[in-house]
């Protein structure tokens, strides 16, 4: 879906299975602030991994990875609502497979690979010169995967697995989404280079200042934020007596508003 803009307007351009399948890759339609926040319902019932937001005159991209679902409906877009009000452009993702993107976003983008290609012609798409990827729990694994092999300029993770080895997460205990792990390994293997964001990261060339955000009272958590405390350019944050759903109480705060918006200030685009 694609949408013109002049003015306060923004463009909306919507991509993936869902249209194809329809038989109308692009579709036209004009649409003020207030109908892009209105049509997020809409949006998170079609089956399309990938979506995207054009502010005019914007030299600033978000790249945002949505996370594990926890119930059986298709999962979000996540933040659409608290992004309408960044001054920024925002590309918007998520893992229908749910394998930490190992399997792609949807059936147009397949793999790993396909899902970087296709962030990589939505970011072409768009007259962007400095990139954000931003991701909460598998989100913020994709966040740092993907901001490596696209080059992102600045990363922020909330809550991030960096690590799926079944080997790491056997020797930390870590049990949680038996179901969807299980199925990325029948689909992708045991074994992957991409499984361990320690070593993928620490042996790439390029690496972008990035910072992981925590809660101090998830035992996991902390020791997956450990587990690349010394890959360059990683900070990491610590936030004492808040578990895994720490974003959620970093929204509440309007902290995490806070955190994105001085992405913006601190931009150069």
Known sequence: MVGTSDGARRTIVQQGFCWRALGTPTVQFEADER???DRQEEFSLLRCGSAVEAVPGSKITFVIFGGISEGIGIP????????????????????????????????SAPSLDGAVATIKSMLDSIDTQHTIFVGNSMGGFAALLLGNKLRADKVIAFAPQTYVSP????????????????????ANGL??????????????????????????????????????????NVKLHAFSGEGHGLVKELRASGRLEQILMNCVLEAKP
């Open 35 to 37: 109908q892009i926040v």
């Open 76 to 107: 979000p877009f996540e933040f659409r609502r608290m992004m309408a009000d960044i001054p920024a452009n925002r590309i918007y993702v998520r893992d229908f497979a749910q394998a930490w993107y190992h399997a792609g976003i949807d059936d």
């Open 167 to 186: 080997f790491k997460r056997l020797k930390t205990r870590d049990f949680r989404w038996m179901r969807q792990i299980t199925r990325m390994y029948v």
């Open 191 to 232: 074994s992957k280079p991409t499984y361990d964001l320690r070593k993928y990261l620490s042996a790439s060339s390029y690496k972008p200042s990035s910072d992981i955000y925590y809660g101090e009272a998830s035992r996991l958590d902390k020791l997956h934020a450990q587990n690349v405390t010394d890959v360059e």
